[in-house]
């Protein structure tokens, strides 16, 4: 079992930057691949990125690629989200999510426990 918990969200200006946290509780944060989504008002769920369990490989979504990175700390059961360039069009409920897949994956079913969600908000 996994519990997973968000922080960091918040409201910011357009081309300003925010960094998100996930802390894990648990002894097994460090077997499991970790996602962040998000889902905006009205909108399904979005992948936004993805790391291994290592952390030596990630994955991003076209839209927040060159953006947003990626990272985590297996020291502290933490995964970050630092996002820069911030766009209104990434306002959303961000969501960071642990599957105990093989590989980490885009797809939410796959992923076995979530967080609640954190609101981040971007304004023009």
């Known amino acids: 079992q996994v519990q997973l918990v968000e922080s960091g969200g918040g409201l910011v200006q357009a081309g300003g930057s925010l960094r998100l946290s996930c802390a894990a509780s648990g002894r097994t944060f460090s077997s499991y691949n970790m996602g962040w989504f998000r889902q905006a008002p009205g909108k399904e769920r979005e992948f936004v990125a993805a790391?291994?369990?290592?952390?030596?490989?990630?994955s991003y979504s076209d839209s927040v690629k060159g953006r947003f990175t990626v990272s985590r700390d297996n020291a502290k059961n933490t995964v970050y989200l630092q996002m820069n360039s911030l766009k209104p069009d990434d306002t959303a409920v961000y969501s960071c999510a642990a599957t105990g897949a093989v590989l980490f994956t885009t797809r939410p079913p796959l992923y076995d426990y979530w967080g609640q969600g954190t609101q981040v908000t971007v304004s023009s």
């Open positions: 790391i291994s369990r290592s952390g030596g490989s990630t």
